[in-house]
């Protein structure tokens, strides 16, 4: 009788042809069985500790636990924002940046959970894991390789380390419109250009769900002695079902940040950053983290990320499977309304894509006549429904652990009657990328954020260095980057995105009337 192969034995074989001996051991490490006990949460049960002892504060914080002193917080979110509200100074809290009992093993556990050597809890999101990693990598004047589709915290990342971006040319997608991955063979174009580069960083999976060759690019940049920096904040679930893309961790990324508030339980800014191999200093790591991150981290957010690695390690694998039937479900139902198309499997293989994220739906809307922010727009107004973001020709809806069949049910029956009231069009309007060439880098953006500015209106500043970061939101990508040239095509692009209602964030002018460039 044959035996169909389970995930799991085709991820062992794919991993035999595939990967080094480091990355065999990392995925041995995270799908073989675990040696501490993954039931625990330490950091938690020590608040929990701490709580019942109902302490007698002369110590910060001003509320001193009383849910009474603010009763209209109290009255929406319950009397534990302020019980649980403590810190270091009640005994048996342990203190993130000193941990010697409860948040060190809370993050041993993280990191023996998601397969990496270690893990570091992060209060401020994927973005101080962003910039941290880039301060551990390179210092003032190094040149780094980085994908031009990165979030903005990747680029204040170059600002707080003074690193000269090296960038990897955007291929967008034809279909998409955005940048899905990043190209093995094009970094290695940049590392043949700029031998002395002292890094790489790439986001994988991106905001759309896919997922670049994070195994090939491993072995290219420690061919040349260099750490990979993955931006994974929309992968947290990765390593716990074995039918979704494996993590950077286990993939051979030297550091990999995740944003366990995205797409695991944890409370929004909670996230981690993973370091694995020998290449970046777990210390100074630790240090920089020290330096970026609030001296006082918030137990609420602490304490939900010990919960969601413990929720994820026991209950994921349930969980995402369930989350994972719903999506096909949705995809397969999206794609029989007329007017809608959701992306799935067929992008992978081509312009750079080695995988993607099946609980990442991606909708196509502009058949129906509508932009995506036309479509969100009917979405909220009609049927109180929220998604992760738009962008003219799609809506991106993520399905997570936490989702139902009834509520998916609620989503497609709101696509149904949006999809069936617009006003349909075979040729709908073309969407206009950004320019093809990437804007000269006349200063690196350090040397530009610091550097005397002033205000101009946009139509008169083509030819000018621009000072601030200029971000459609989302997806979070800049356009323009302190330190580069204004050219009169990108000004046009602007004027087209302004005329689309699309958010601008990072300028002083959000509308854009002006635009802060260097004195010269």
Known sequence: ???????????????????????????????????????????????????????????????????????????????????????????????????????KEAQALT??????????????????????????????????????????????????????????????????GFPLAVDVSAVAQCLAEHPQATAIHITSPNYYGYVSDV??????????????????????????????????????ADAVVQSAHKTLGAITQAAWLHLSGPRLSAAHLRHILSLLQSSSPNALLTSSLDAARRHAKLEGERLLTQALSLAETARSAIRQIPGLWCYGAELVGEHGIAAYDPTKLVIRVSETGLTGKQFVAELWAHHKITVEFADPRHI???????????????????????????????????????????????????????????????????????????????????????????SAEMIDYLRYLLALNTSIVGPEDAQLKTVRVIEA
């Open 1 to 103: 009788m044959r035996v169909e192969p389970t995930p799991a034995i085709l991820l062992g074989r794919w991993a035999r042809d595939k990967l080094n001996s480091r990355q065999h051991s990392r995925l041995a490490k995270l799908y073989l069985g675990s040696f501490m006990n993954q039931s625990r949460i330490p950091f938690l049960e020590k608040l929990a500790e701490a709580c019942q002892l109902q302490p007698v504060s002369f110590h910060m914080p001003g509320h001193k636990f009383n849910p009474a002193l603010l009763p209209e917080m109290t009255n929406l979110w319950g009397a534990g924002v302020f019980t649980g509200d403590l810190n270091e100074c009640v005994p048996p809290i342990d203190y993130l940046h000193s941990a010697n009992h409860s948040f």
């Open 111 to 176: 990191a023996e959970a998601v397969g990496a050597e270690h893990s570091f809890f992060l209060v401020n999101g994927s973005t101080v894991g962003n910039q941290a990693m880039l301060m551990a990598a390179a210092k003032d004047g190094d040149e780094v390789i980085l994908a031009r589709a990165a979030h903005r915290s990747v680029y204040a990342g170059l600002i707080l380390s003074g690193a000269r971006p090296i960038y990897v040319p955007p291929n967008y997608h034809p279909q998409v």
């Open 215 to 252: 195994a090939g690019l491993a072995a290219l940049a420690h061919a040349h002695q260099l750490p990979l920096l993955v931006d994974e904040a929309h992968g947290a679930h990765f390593p716990f079902h074995p039918q979704l893309p494996p993590s950077a961790v286990a993939l051979g």
């Open 396 to 486: 991106i809806c993520s399905i997570s652990m936490a989702d139902e069949a009834a509520k998916v049910e609620l989503l497609l029956n709101a696509l149904r009657a949006i999809a069936a009231e617009g006003p349909k069009t075979e040729s709908p309007p073309a969407v206009q990328l950004p320019p093809s060439t990437l804007p000269e880098l006349v200063l690196n953006p350090r040397q530009a954020a610091f550097s005397r500015s002033r205000a101009v209106p946009l139509a008169q500043a083509a030819g000018e260095i621009c000072a601030e970061q200029i971000i459609p939101y989302p997806p979070g990508v800049p356009l323009l980057a302190p330190g580069e040239r204004l």
